[in-house]
C-alpha cells in the first residue's frame, strides 16, 4: 500500500549494484547518483529519478532530476518552494540563479560521452573495466571481495587484502605510483576502486599490475 517505491541502484560503500529494475505498481523513485551515464536507461519505468552530478555527470553542486509531469504539483504544505521539483520545472530550471560553471562542464561531459560512442558503448567498456579488476581479485589468492558475483557493482569495487595489517602499507605504495583514493569507506575498511566512466582502462591495468607486484613481494 505504498505511494512509491525508493531504491538506490548502485550501493557505493559496500559495492552492490542492482542489475534490473523493480517491476512495481507505484512510482518508482531512484537515486542514480553513482550509475547515471554508466549504461542505457529506460527512464519511462520511473516516476523519478534523480542524480548528483558528482560521480559521472560534472561538478558537485548540480542535481540532475527527470520527473514524470503527472507526479508534479503534489508536495505537501510543508514544503519550501526550493525543494518543491513543481517549482523548478514551471521555471525551466531557473527559478533561482543556476550553477552555470557546473552546467557548463556537464555540457562537456555529455559531448565527451558522444564522442566515445554513447551509453552503449561507454556501458560496454564500464563492463570490461570491472570484469577484468574482478577476474584478477578473484583469482589472486591474495585479495578478496565478499560481494555475490550477480550483485557486484561495476562503478565501485571492494576488496581486501589477505592480511588487513598489510592495508596501510598497500595505500602508501599505490599512493607513490600515482593510484590514488583506494582507502575503503570508514564503516567496511578494507581497498575500493571507484571506476567511473572517466576511469579509462589503463587505469585499470596500471592497479592490477600493482596489485599483482604487491602480492608477490607481501603474500
Not at 16 to 26: K, M, T
Not at 57 to 64: D, E, F, K, Q, R
Not at 79 to 102: C, E, F, I, R, W
Not at 104 to 110: A, P, Q, R, T
Request: net charge negative; with cysteine.
Amino acid at each position: 500500500e505504498a505511494d512509491y517505491l525508493h531504491y538506490c541502484p548502485n550501493e557505493t560503500i559496500g559495492g552492490v549494484e542492482f542489475d534490473f529494475i523493480p517491476e512495481v505498481d507505484v512510482p518508482l523513485v531512484a537515486d542514480f547518483s553513482s550509475s547515471i551515464l554508466s549504461q542505457p536507461l529506460d527512464v519511462g519505468r520511473f516516476g523519478l529519478i534523480y542524480a548528483g552530478a558528482q560521480k559521472n555527470i560534472g561538478p558537485a553542486g548540480l542535481t540532475v532530476v527527470i520527473v514524470r509531469e503527472a507526479l508534479l504539483g503534489n508536495a505537501i504544505p510543508a514544503t519550501p518552494s526550493m525543494l518543491d521539483y513543481k517549482t523548478h520545472a514551471d521555471a525551466g530550471s531557473m527559478y533561482n540563479t543556476p550553477p552555470t560553471y557546473a552546467w557548463y562542464l556537464s555540457g562537456l561531459v555529455f559531448q565527451w560521452l558522444k564522442e566515445q560512442g554513447g551509453l552503449e558503448a561507454i556501458a560496454r567498456l564500464n563492463q570490461a573495466k570491472s570484469d577484468k579488476l574482478y577476474h584478477y581479485i578473484d583469482n589472486s589468492g591474495f585479495y578478496s571481495n565478499p560481494v555475490a558475483v550477480n550483485n557486484r557493482s561495476r562503478m565501485n569495487v571492494p576488496f581486501t587484502l589477505a592480511d588487513a595489517a598489510l592495508d596501510k602499507e598497500f595505500l602508501q605504495q599505490a599512493e607513490e605510483r600515482r593510484l590514488l583514493n583506494l582507502k575503503g569507506h570508514r564503516s567496511v575498511g578494507g581497498m575500493r576502486a571507484s571506476l567511473y566512466n572517466a576511469v579509462p582502462m589503463a587505469a585499470v591495468d596500471a592497479l592490477i599490475e600493482f596489485m599483482q607486484d604487491f602480492a608477490q613481494r607481501r603474500g
